[in-house]
């Protein structure tokens, strides 16, 4: 059950992390979301994915319902990242991801379930593509 927690230092707190990742990062969407990524070599024992999950106020005006998304984004990530973190651990690097929500209207826990995991599992081909 471990595997599937969300912990404290596998969420992007950093300012300069949190930055760095809105100024020079690669990104891909799809339909309401939106995922930006950014690889660095690993320092030490660190997490491999580091993330960040935002829904603007501009799109989404109660704080009700941006709360009740980004829920929904963190267990839908939460179930999803055993593949990204092996694949970044082999790699030996260290993934910094924000999950963005684009959207103007409240979604179906399923649409953001089937877009994140379609975003998460291109992933890697993205990676490889931008490293060569």
Do not use: H
């Amino acid at each position: 059950m471990k595997q599937f927690s969300l912990k404290k230092e596998e969420r992007l707190k950093s300012k300069k992390a949190i930055n760095e990742l809105f100024l020079s990062s690669n990104s891909y969407g799809r339909s309401t979301l939106r995922l930006l990524w950014r690889v660095e070599a690993i320092e030490n024992d660190v997490a491999n994915c580091k993330v960040l999950i935002a829904v603007p106020k501009r799109k989404i005006k109660k704080a009700v319902d941006r709360n009740k998304i980004k829920r929904m984004l963190k267990e839908i990530y939460r179930k999803n990242k055993a593949s990204i973190n092996s694949f970044f651990d082999d790699k030996k690097s260290v993934c910094y991801l924000g999950i963005l929500f684009v959207g103007n209207t409240i979604p179906t826990f399923k649409s953001l379930n089937d877009n994140l995991q379609l975003l998460l599992e291109k992933l890697p081909s993205e990676y490889e593509k931008y490293s060569q």
